[in-house]
């Protein structure tokens, strides 16, 4: 790589300015967003002025082509504009008043017309046609310009396999036309390169609408389809007759596109075709994959092949790559600052131009100094033009694009066919690079940047030279930050992972033989033993216990006494101190706790994983949300009196956990009771003693005084009942079923005698928990998200949904997308990593959801997936029921599996009414693009958590605060600011600070 | 008043100066400060530097004199000052390095003896001697240098009828003295005005001392003692021997001393004396007090009196003003800003010169442009120096003063004479005037500030004239703050309330035929009747109400439900609205409502006073905090979502409260719930449904829509459990008694059919009520602190104190000063202004109490105040138990009266582990002015309300959050910013605001 040392790269930077100004110059000052239409053209510049119009606009446009009638556009505009301070000039520009509009039939229509004729004028400009035929006509009088092309196929996310093979087919009839315009094309200079000649037109390919599958987990079955696909594409056309671009999506499938890319290179019966790789220099680790790249054009050439094509890009998934890496607490992949996008930029140029003899690159970027410096540095090293390729937008820069063809490089256009609903996200992406601050577009053309300034080096930050760390900040002194689920998609995680599970699997059974109950800091090895098994291979015992008995109960609870005088005395920053400890120490060990997980519980990889996450992000969130507490609420003080609020721990709690999230939610109530000053004793479910028990190998590692914490597994009838009711317990912390919990609010409540407090009973209960689809949803989002929500962990989550509820106006289109898409669910053993849906955890869920499932069947219909499951094991498969009557149990009864049961409401309101007619109030979902509905539902809808456009489960501590009311539960969210409240008693100290004759916060 | 015009004022201003400089001149530098000892003048300066030393020095000064042993002394010097940043200069003044003192035997006891005697020194600077021998000494001496005495007989608070008869002893004992000293003295000018002679000495009083019952409510019993004290003293000498100067102390006190000195001066026998009065400028009304007093002298002066005398200064309780003022919520009644009472001072000068015929003035100041005013407007209107008279403090500025006498001023010491421990509290005042950053003193002599800009005219600021405004802010855009009790010291508030008493007792009985249950708006006035009566007068009946039975509980709940879906979508600004509305409704008939609980509660003036202002305080309180908490909480964030957690109403909230606070309690937990969202079903107690029908006649009176609030009398058995179990009350707040609460608990928790939620029990219980005294404790604040604790209100409140323990060591002086002010309560009547103590609640209470009294008599003593009660009416005596077992019920079960157990305890720790041992956890007290036995008690003592250094009753919403654990009660305080919680439920909204391709809130 080159470093820009003003002395020695000054030749470079001259060729640079004087280049880089001949561009400028032929290019005039109508490239960009000049132009677009006169309308249009005033739109954008008053979104580059207005950030909040800007944002508003751009939801009008991601909206639009969902909008069936005037009246939905109407009301969308409206909503989004109306009040908004650059609402009038929207509705000048698009020639729509609203208020003029809403006040007259006649004016209304052409308003609406207007401004449909507008947006679609946009699209047009960016999106060349919807069918081959009126591309191949564009590529045709490009080539008359001088110019090449590469044609991408929109299309919306492929979900289901109708929708994978529809989109490989189009790709065909594209392939066919172009191959048959091509044939037509007389060859010229623009068709040859110093290694000879190239095919005349090109199809860029995106390999995520070729399979459902294609996600790094079920990479290896998303890889197999997408190459099978791509085979039968590719035989469908001769070698020479087109060059084939696979397109860079994602950072997280870029691993399984350079799969498929390596196959299909490395395939003899596609040596001579021309295959291109896409590499996004915005990527950290791009130069690693140019590299990488170049090896492996070298091989080819080296069998005979030819060489390949690379498309050098800035990369057009910022935004989301961003907010992903925020969500799941992963490391950010790109670059934070354009300047060092644009700085790699030209080290890829450099690497790829040092290595020109084996390799085919092209370029795409509407940056001058970006291209200018290419024709420089390929001057530098005598790289004739006909040797590297500059591509661009279609629509974006025209005038750029014959500009730079003119001063005689190759240009090839990257030219989108397509509808207008997939063409819109397409659309909005290219709407907001002509407008982004940074952009060049903007800054080159729009805004008049000078020449000079705009040609400059790209000076990196001292971000570009971070090294990259995976290291989660667990430390008291930090801020809470949810922990990072494990990046799957980098290969060598889901390899360790892989291998944790062997790890487990290769031991002799029982897995675990453990030593517990463990009271007092005492390991009790006597007893009647109990195991729990793998509900995958019910024959495989993961662990073994001895039962805890009512005597036990008592020790346990006397030992949780005796340890609570000095443990409610230990210095919260102490305290925390210890959740901080077992945090890191589970952190460690995650991967070998979430594989215990996937053979316990019967959780696939991913959502093992997270209830580690979640277990290690309650320690860290109760920990510092305790030091928040310790410091006291201030209180009103008049002059002379301080008065303040601090919180004392109840005493004893009794934790019973579930087994559904068998560390994270036990965690959760022990910490939480922990922190706060209380001793615990924690009953674990039946199901899973092993993944609770971890909690206890936690605590005991790093030093928590015996008796703080003690584990009973047993029993609930006779272990957790016995414990309830204890008049020693001051707090009892419930997660399970709504009998059990009923059961135990009432026992909880009789007092007995020598009891010395009232007891608090904090009860999570279950949910039967319903998303709604209104009109306008993006269905894109609508179908994952309700597909996860409802299968994921086979929808043994009390947040899934069970209730699918959808508007009349779209319900044929989202049942027939979500029944697609269930059908390409990946069910099995959890063990392997593509797996989505394992088995249930026990034989009784297993009839349960027969029980109900049958039912569904014979008072509606069952659409169930088309798989196959596995003999052995608890597994029942994804189902939908529809055409229910109004009262059916299915429809109001918890059932705990996979079985997703389909309303249909005539408008929002009846969908509000029908999400609410349960007893239940737990979670609910809207999908929507209307803010009017958004805050309608927010203010209507019954439920704890409320999820608006994305899946309902998965709630993180501190961002989603997770709980019920109704018959759902009672108790301050968990993982939220009230919930250490329910652990604590409040007290306030209120000092009269006067002295005789003095008060000394007087000063006088 | 003269105004201060340049033009006017030149000449006037130009003798002031003149004057002044001459004054500056003659005293020197060394007045004020420079006159103490060597060390003491070091320390003084330090303190002036750093506010926080000079906090810390005068607390250990306020308790110098109770420290007992050298351990005690330097343990508290340790507190004090170890860690702060100037104890290092406090160790080498006082001769204490801590450090160094504690590391040897010897040393230490040096470094004590060294303390000890410098804080003596100090003390004996400003108090002139210990008795009356000593103290004429002091005279004869002053006299020799032609300045002339006062003296004041310093002492601890009067809280006895011994200790205000000592008081009376020892100023008669004084006045002996100088009657025979004075004999020994020849006539001087000194001794003239041109009215003639007058005597030779002269005493300074204080009437709080001759009185325990010196109070605004109390002011019929008080003057009287204190004026058949005077009476007893003034006979005791000649009127020729002695003038005697009425000191005039807190503000509420004034209207007291005004009528003592009223009733003397028009007191025939007392017609020759030379009696004076004293007026603080510092007061907002002292131009009004100081008309007045002119024409009581004019008046006494035609009826062939002696001229009254007058000491005008500006005053000296200002921090306990400000400290009341804001506590109370009182208008503050003296000026906020110093200058204004140094220009108020000038105008009183100009009022008391221009009316010099009928009066002799005194002027106490040490500020000499105050002093060279008062010559300056003299010599103006020709009064000769001989008919006015400066005053000044003993030890404070005597170089100062004999300077001004050089000038030929007639100057007087105002000289205190007294021990140490009463003279402390006189001595830290004088510290704090030495060392105030705004008193003259420091400015003019410490500081060494220009003689010049010292003599400027005083510029009032615009607070001097603010109108006098007693309209308290019930608003909503206002923060909330605590509306103030009446102020009964100002006459006509007193006169107004016995007017309101008046108008009720006047009325035929029923007083209050009340047409309730009221349900949905409906007034139900067929079924069977129910009255209550005035406990004073159990014959007389306060009101009439139809007891409500289950079917109208059932129609209640029904009505509660239906008013619910529009209410709880009210905006949350509009139902705060609703209570703001109530509150002032309740406001302007604030006098009313609380003569209706002195009926039918029996509750004296201030308790129904303060039961109305807490009920106003609980509407104004949570109608903020709602709109608080309507806002929502931030919760994290990660880019492409929002997320927020609001809060919604729980549903039907059936309210039961007690008796005792019968408008205040219910009123919490009824608006509590109502601006939540929630509706009401409100049950009062048997004995008070005419005050809490209050609350629904204000809210009927602002419109709150029918059903929201629904108020059923009647019996708790029938009512009260309906209501618990009925399946839509989905919120039960209770405050009353433990057995009745855990049968509520009890029974809430049992799920009924068709119940969708789980039922949320607020319960506030019972108290077993300790105050701690450590041995350092103030006995001056601890008796009154105790007294009103334990008897306020017959010690009918749940935060009663109960239990008084005592350390051994000042066990014996503690126990008598308490039963000696218990010997003071006026018990009787609670319609006449001054009964401490009213009759208990009805026959079952009084009978309750005689029953532990026997069982306190039987096991232990027991010390019964000696008063008579009268015949009629639920009375029982103020009482005090000693000397019981440990296990005695009388020291662990609630009693809930006037019955006082007292235990005795070797140390701190045994007095904490007394004070926790019960079943109870409400409230507790410490006296204490050790920070470190503050410091461990606010960590050990359990209690939900800890007080310090002061009474343990009386909570003010938003200061003192309120409610206790253990068996006191579960739920979270009211009062506090966690109440509210209670009675709505949490939701979490998550907004995902990514869309395809663009995130909203990236900016890029």
Redesign the interface.
Known sequence: MSSVTKGADAPLQREIERFGAQVFKAAGSKTGIKELPLLARQMMSFAMED?VFR?QL??LV?VFPTLRTDEEILSHMKEYFEGAQDGGRFAKIAAVGTRYATSSKLSRGITLSLTRKNLEGVAQHFIAGTSPKEISKVLTRYRVEGILGTVDVLGEKTLTEPEAAAYATRVEELAAELEKAASGWESTKLDFDTKGEFPKSSISVKSSALSAHYHPLSASVGIREVVNRFETVLKSFGGDSLIVFLDMEDYETKPLTWEVFSTLVRDPRFMDYHLGLVVQVYLRESLIDLNRFVSLSQERVKMGGTPLWVRVVKG?Y???E??KA??EGYQTPTFVH?VDSDYNFERAVDLLLGSIEYIRPTFGSHNVRSISYLHAKASELNVPSSDYEVQMLYGMADDLAKAVAGLGKRVRMYIPMGELIPG???L??RL?ENT???GFLRQGFASRGSYKALLKAPKPTSDYYRPSSSEHQLALDQP???LGTLEFHRPHVSAEFGRALQAISSRSKPYFPLTVPYVGGREIDRGAKEVSINPAHPGDVVSEVINATSELVDEAVSAAMAALSDWS?TPIERRAGYLMEAARWMHDRRKEIAALEVLEAGKPWKEADADVVEAIDFCNYYAHEMVRLGKG?G???????H?D??Y?P?GVAAVIGPWNFPLAIPTGMTVAALVAGNTVVLKPAEQTPATAKVLVDAFRAVGLPDGVLNFLPGPGEEVGAHLVRHKDVAVVAFTGSRSVG?EI??T????QKGQ???K?VI?ELGGKDAIIVDSDA?L??VVPGVIYSAFGFSGQKCSACSRLIVLRSSAEQVISRVIGAMDTLLVGDPQRPETDMGPLIDYASQQRLKYYSDMAQSQGEVATAKLAIPDEGYYVLPSVALELPKESPVLTEEIFGPLLAVEIAEDLEEAVWLANST?Y?LTAGLFS?SPQN?EFI??ELL????????HITGAVP??????G???S??G??SG???YL?QFL????????????????D???
Not at 636 to 641: D, I, R, T, V
Not at 943 to 950: E, V
Not at 958 to 963: E, N
């Open positions: 950030p944002s751009f939801r991601d057009a910022f935004d989301s961003l907010v925020e969500a354009k819109m996200s397409y909005v992406r907001l982004a601050n940074e809470y930050q949810h005395r609420v209180l009103l003080s008049p002059k002379g009196e008065n609020m601090f004392r109840k009923l609010i009432e909880a409540s009789k007092w010395v407090h009232i608090k009860a993006d894109d989002q007893d109030a693009r958004i927010k203010n439920a704890g958590n409320i999820y608006i456009n994305r501190g961002r989603h605060p997770f709980g009311f109704k018959m539960g009672i301050s969210k939220g600011p009230d409240f008693d409040p007290y306030v100290i209120s000092e009269n600070t006067v002295r005789q004759g003095f008060t000394p007087i000063v006088n």
